[in-house]
């Protein structure tokens, strides 16, 4: 059972950058990915990045390619998403999550952190 914290939300002004980080505890990470979603207020979850446990491969959404990147520390069993370039359309709660790839790249994954908020003004 993999257990997910978040943390590094906040709130930024537009075109500023912030970090997000998840630590995973209570199991094997192995083949798994990690990676992040995000809801905005009224919006379905969407897939935002992943990155693969084993070899490091990521994936974006299209609407962070370049903006965002997610990278992973071994050690530490921890996934950071470091955000560039800000717009209020990030403006949402952002959830990190674990499972096999595929199932994060079509938001089913199994294990969810509780979520942080992250807030973009004009």
């Known amino acids: 059972q993999v257990q997910l914290q978040e943390s590094g939300g906040g709130s930024v002004q537009i075109g500023d950058s912030l970090t997000l980080s998840c630590a995973a505890s209570g199991g094997s990470l192995g083949t798994y990915a990690m990676g992040w979603f995000r809801q905005a207020e009224g919006k379905e979850r969407e897939f935002v990045a992943q990155i693969r446990w084993n070899n490091g491969n990521t994936d974006y959404a299209d609407s962070v390619k370049g903006r965002f990147t997610i990278s992973k520390d071994n050690a530490k069993n921890t996934v950071s998403l470091q955000m560039n370039t800000l717009k209020p359309e990030d403006t949402a709660v952002y959830y990190c999550?674990?499972?096999?790839?595929?199932?994060?790249?079509?938001?089913?994954?199994?294990?969810w952190g509780q979520g942080t908020h992250v807030a973009v003004s004009l």
């Open positions: 999550a674990a499972d096999i790839p595929w199932k994060l790249r079509v938001g089913a994954p199994d294990y």
